[in-house]
């Protein structure tokens, strides 16, 4: 717990950031794969399939329910974009059916209303679901993307070796760079590294991507994001010391307002990710958010955490018992933490603590606010002890502001 502390409280020696000046913090969007995966039945189902209409539906409710404003700029599109075959000059082509107007049209459609468009591809021979990959066409395709006008590039590895990784993915990035457009970069990198025996090098991620999923793709459980908050606890490399502007941990979408989890799971999920500095980005029918959902996503106070300039990314400090844990993330304002209390389990638990045990240590106490509410709890000198109170499967978090 001290050393961990300690780290914090010194901050750490970055590698070197991807230098295209984005993603300071974290990037906020929609992305459609987790929700909508790779519909293109839009005969059957034209509301939800794979197409321009569902993008620029989704791209106008970011604007008019207020996610835009909140932060939320980045509309992704994914895999399931293009036809089979590349056309007579080699270049990637939207599928006409889905996407009569391409995707060029889609990306002036969406900056008209001050968003982002991102997109998708492969460095293989193919990607996941069979449409041409990069492999051999990576600069043509880095330059189709600048041309459309796409700001950020989801980078897929389907189908290819995760020892290739570490020397392909950078050569997107300088493909990227050479465009001279500046486009986000989103690896899927030591998302396969997952059990085939191979050590991430989170200085080379680093200094080729914006941001890079470590783990495995999320599921729409309680169980699968436990799974990877443990992934984040056990910090396995100190992945946690690489996360600060420019290039982020990436754990994966945000299963908010979608059907795996009860309201108090999905403010867990969130919080946890507002501590991890994680790319917040939604998978969700924003025809139909239901009203709690929302608000957790708009939360003014749990994105000013996430968005902290700072970039901190919070670590487990310590294990309270099976399900109760603790975890820091330092804010950018002098002295002052952010300290999320988790329960995984499903008893509501009163936890007693004091800030000393918890380790925070400036000698005239700390001013405590309630995250989620933005309530003051009061003015603490390090030994008051005090309760914290988490509902089942659900987070507490403190503002620490020294005083
Ligand atoms: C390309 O890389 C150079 C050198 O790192 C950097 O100065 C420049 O801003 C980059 N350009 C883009 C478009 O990312
Ligand atoms: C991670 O950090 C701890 C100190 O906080 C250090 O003891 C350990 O050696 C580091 N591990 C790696 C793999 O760098
Ligand atoms: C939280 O409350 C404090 C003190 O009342 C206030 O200064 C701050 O602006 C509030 N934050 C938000 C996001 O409303």
Request: proline share 5%; with cysteine; net charge neutral.
């Amino acid at each position: 717990m001290i050393a961990k502390l300690c780290m914090i409280t010194l901050g750490c020696s970055f590698a070197q950031a991807l230098n295209n000046g984005l993603a300071l913090t974290p990037i906020m969007g929609w992305m459609s794969w987790e929700r909508y995966s790779c519909n293109f039945d839009c005969l059957n189902d034209p509301d939800n399939c794979i197409s321009e209409g569902l993008y620029k539906k989704m791209a106008d409710l970011l604007v008019s329910e207020g996610y835009k404003d909140a932060g939320y700029q980045y509309l992704h599109i994914d895999v399931c974009w293009p036809v089979e075959k590349r056309d007579s000059n080699g270049k990637l082509v939207a599928d006409p059916a889905r996407f009569p107007s391409g995707i060029q049209a889609i990306a002036k459609y969406v900056h008209s209303k001050g968003l982002k468009l991102g997109i998708y591809a492969d460095f293989s021979y193919e990607t996941c679901p069979g449409y041409p990959g990069s492999e051999y066409y990576m600069d043509m395709d880095a330059k189709t993307f600048a041309e459309w006008e796409i700001d950020s590039l989801r980078y897929n590895g389907c189908d290819s070796k995760p020892k290739e990784m570490p020397y392909v993915y950078p050569l997107m990035s300088r493909a990227l760079n050479m465009t001279g457009r500046s486009i986000v970069y989103i690896c899927q990198w030591p998302g396969y590294y997952g059990g085939v025996g191979v050590k991430p090098d989170y200085a080379a991620l680093r200094e080729a991507c914006n941001q890079w999923r470590n783990y495995h793709e999320i599921q729409n459980s309680w169980e699968s994001v436990g799974d990877v908050i443990d992934h984040y606890g056990n910090d396995k490399g100190n992945f946690s010391q690489f996360a600060g502007p420019g290039g982020w941990n990436d754990p994966d979408v945000l299963v908010v307002g979608d059907y795996g989890l009860s309201y108090y799971q999905q403010k867990a999920q969130f919080g946890m990710w507002a501590l991890f500095a994680s790319p917040l980005m939604m998978s969700l029918d924003l025809r139909s958010v239901d009203p709690a959902a929302k608000q957790l996503l708009l939360n003014k106070n749990i994105i000013a955490i996430n968005q902290d300039p700072l970039g901190n990314q919070a670590v487990r400090l310590f294990k309270v018992s099976t399900f109760i844990t603790v975890w820091i993330k330092k804010l950018a304002r002098k002295g002052a933490f952010a300290i999320g209390v988790l329960n995984r389990g499903s008893q509501g638990t009163p936890y007693k603590t004091s800030l000393s045990d918890l380790g925070l240590r400036n000698k005239h106490g700390y001013q405590l606010w309630e995250a989620f509410e933005n309530k003051t709890i009061g003015s603490f000198s390090l030994t008051k002890e005090f309760v914290v109170n988490i509902e089942p499967t659900s987070i507490y978090i403190i503002i620490a502001i020294p005083k």
